[in-house]
């Protein structure tokens, strides 16, 4: 049985396999009111901002979230998934793409001065005990008072793919099948707002619930 930092390392190559077909999980159609939501929704997140993107995957969101953007740096650890993000109708003046380790954001980043980050449908996968770290080092990237969002998924029942087991530390694992027949299992964790009040102790933040998704906003 795999750890939790196991399964986070092998994650990357689930991901660059399931590349050409993630974007499938996108159809379903009761979601539908909850994704056309998010995407109006973040455009507005980003308008005039300098935006920092972690794990950008295939870039779902950018159409609608770079368009009102100053700037837009995503990155991911997977050249796999950014090139079917740079197939995106994208304004390449203002949007642009670097392989990072979300993980391992480099130093570089910081002389940056992002005043946005974004990641999507990232944070549930991080484990519970690299939260802390992996915040630090995306704010260490950014401009103070920069604004933060995060969206993900909720978990709801007869919907999303089961918890088949959790190890002791609280995370959540998933079995999930590929096309081409092959099982992974995957860290899928579904944060509440009182797990965030504790990973930001003391400051203002935002944490709201739609029927498939939660959507987090707070200043670095």
Known sequence: MQTSDNVARVMPRYYAQRAAEYERVFDKPHRQPDIAAL??????QFAGRRVLEVATGT???LPEATAEATAWLGTDINPEVLALAREKALDFDRVSFQIADAYALPASLAACRFDAAFAGLWFSHVPVSRRAAWLAQLQACLAPGARVVLIDNRYVAGD???IVRVDDEGNGFQQRQLSDGSTHEVLKNFPTAAEFEALLPGRRFEFRELDY????????
Do not use: D, I, Q, Y
Request: charged residues 15%; positive net charge; without cysteine.
């Open 213 to 220: 998704f939660w959507t987090l906003v707070f200043e670095a």
């Open 160 to 162: 999303s793919t089961p």
């Open 39 to 44: 995407k109006a929704w973040l455009r507005a």
């Open 59 to 61: 870039g779902f969101w």
